[in-house]
């Protein structure tokens, strides 16, 4: 199981970006993917997630309105749509795969979940 992050870069504030998440080994109508970001000194948080069969989705609350998390099971990808983008948006954003059904973007519950490596998103003017 991997998943693979794109579609990082720099942009304005107010401007948008969307990063793809794209997974091999496994089938994401059958696993929770989730959206994390990190900033240098903080811990990792939970950014969003969507669950495998029901499609069921979580926010974290700065991000509710502005993202958006979408699947294309053709190209076996999950999407995070960033718009209206500010500062406090910019860290590295990492998704995950697990396998299981649940959307919980409380950190812990991913100890076990597939971890890419990362792409950088940064906000600023």
């Known amino acids: 199981v991997q998943v693979v992050e794109s579609g990082g870069g720099s942009v304005q504030p107010g401007g948008s970006l969307r990063l793809s998440c794209a997974g091999s080994?496994?089938?994401?109508?059958?696993?929770?993917i989730g959206w994390f970001r990190q900033v240098p000194g903080k811990e990792r948080e939970g950014v969003s997630c969507?669950?495998?069969?029901?499609?069921?989705?979580s926010y974290e609350e700065s991000v509710k309105g502005r993202f958006t998390i979408s699947k294309d099971h053709a190209k076996n990808t999950v999407y995070l749509q960033m718009n209206s983008l500010k500062s406090e948006d910019t860290a590295v954003y990492y998704c995950?795969?697990?396998?299981?059904?649940?959307?919980?973007?409380?950190?812990?519950?991913?100890?076990?979940?597939?971890w890419g490596q990362g792409t950088q998103v940064t906000v600023s003017s």
């Open positions: 969507i669950s495998g069969s029901t499609n069921s989705t």
């Open positions: 995950a795969a697990m396998a299981a059904q649940t959307c919980n973007r409380d950190t812990s519950y991913w100890r076990l979940g597939a």
């Open positions: 080994g496994f089938r994401i109508n059958r696993y929770v």
